[in-house]
T-cell receptor
Framework: SQQGEEDPQALSIQEGENATMNCSYKTSINNLQWYRQNSGRGLVHLILIRSNEREKHSGRLRVTLDTSKKSSSLLITASRAADTASYFCATDDNAGNMLTFGGGTRLMVKP | SQTIHQWPATLVQPVGSPLSLECTVEGTSNPNLYWYRQAAGRGLQLLFYSVGIGQISSEVPQNLSASRPQDRQFILSSKKLLLSDSGFYLC?????????????FGPGTRLTVL
């Protein structure tokens, strides 16, 4: 069963705007990861946030985690056309071994 | 540095035909290996994972099978393809079987079953 669910399913913005994608999950987690996938390519890891962390930054990326609401958000600031891709959250299983990926958010950044 | 290869990149096969997709990893030893399937516009479904040579765990019952004949080689097979087997197949590796590890993905194989 799918643990993480991204929202929205699709997002279209203009270059320079910020893009926010959300991920909700059902059961408690040890950590949550975000990945990016360019069309027709493999996934690339962006960032990992642990259950005891609330916020993490990497360049133009900001990830937050609210374990009480069982949700995470990925913010891309000052978006660029090259940020156009699908973004997936991945959560761990109860044993903390395997990852379960959500359905993804398709982001389009218009130049 | 580590690299992961998949081939073929694209494949069109008739229903009922066999399938063999190959994945190889370079630059690391004893990786954990994964096969995922992605339907169009959807998330990833874990099909198989392997922690070592000859050790395969299946996550979803189906007409696909996996094998790991060598440490850095992972093969996805089918004896008879179904229409529902169409999709984008991704191989990935991680250093350990732990959700805190990053998974590194190959470029994928686009399979169309007609």
């Amino acid at each position: 069963s799918q643990q993480g669910e991204e929202d929205p399913q699709a997002l279209s913005i203009q270059e320079g705007e910020n893009a926010t994608m959300n991920c909700s999950y059902k059961t408690s987690i040890n950590n949550l990861q975000w990945y990016r996938q360019n069309s027709g390519r493999g996934l690339v890891h962006l960032i990992l946030i642990r259950s005891n962390e609330r916020e993490k930054h990497s360049g133009r990326l900001r990830v937050t985690l609210d374990t009480s609401k069982k949700s995470s958000s990925l913010l891309i600031t000052a978006s660029r056309a090259a940020d156009t891709a699908s973004y997936f959250c991945a959560t761990d299983d109860n044993a903390g071994n395997m990852l379960t990926f959500g359905g993804g958010t398709r982001l389009m950044v218009k130049p | 540095s580590q690299t992961i290869h998949q081939w073929p990149a694209t494949l069109v096969q008739p229903v009922g035909s066999p399938l063999s997709l190959e994945c190889t990893v370079e630059g690391t030893s004893n990786p954990n290996l994964y096969w995922y399937r992605q339907a169009a516009g959807r998330g990833l479904q874990l099909l198989f994972y392997s922690v070592g040579i000859g050790q395969i765990s299946s996550e979803v019952p189906q007409n696909l099978s996996a094998s790991r004949p060598q440490d850095r080689q992972f093969i996805l097979s089918s004896k008879k393809l179904l229409l529902s087997d169409s999709g984008f197949y991704l191989c990935a590796w991680s250093p350990r079987l732990a959700s805190t590890d990053t998974q590194y993905f190959g470029p994928g194989t686009r399979l169309t079953v007609l």
